[in-house]
Nanobody, 121 residues
Framework: VQLQAFGGGLVQAGGSLRLSCAAS????????IGWFRQAPGKERENVAR????????YYADSVKGRFIITRDGAKNTVYLQMNSLRPEDTATYYC???????????????WGQGTQFTVSS
């Protein structure tokens, strides 16, 4: 599956932004889709993920209550709605996909190109 992320830019602190991750090549129907971010000098962080088949979600503590991950089957797209943005949210954001395999840890196998946004204070 090929992924493409959209939606970066510049936003003021306290504002909102929505990122999109569109798939081509196959549908997401049996995949985990995750959003990761990496800021300069920091490790990559999995901020959110969703199980396409079950709809279950995970959020990192750093974004819980502010970010919402959703999916749109008709568009084969996953969204990350980001609210109450903070300067520390500034990073390059990547979406990734991993096949859902029962009983196995998630292995992210496909990555989008990344989209960068900056939160100004």
């Amino acid at each position: 599956v090929q992924l493409q992320a959209f939606g970066g830019g510049l936003v003021q602190a306290g504002g909102s932004l929505r990122l999109s991750c569109a798939a081509s090549g196959r549908t997401f129907s049996t995949y985990h889709i995750g959003w990761f971010r990496q800021a300069p000098g920091k490790e990559r962080e999995n901020v959110a993920r969703i199980s396409w088949s079950r709809g279950s979600t995970y959020y990192a503590d750093s974004v819980k209550g502010r970010f919402i991950i959703t999916r749109d089957g008709a568009k084969n797209t996953v969204y990350l709605q980001m609210n109450s943005l903070r300067p520390e949210d500034t990073a390059t954001y990547y979406c990734a996909a991993a096949p859902e395999v029962v009983g196995r840890a998630i292995a992210w196998s496909s990555w989008g190109q990344g989209t960068q946004f900056t939160v100004s204070s």
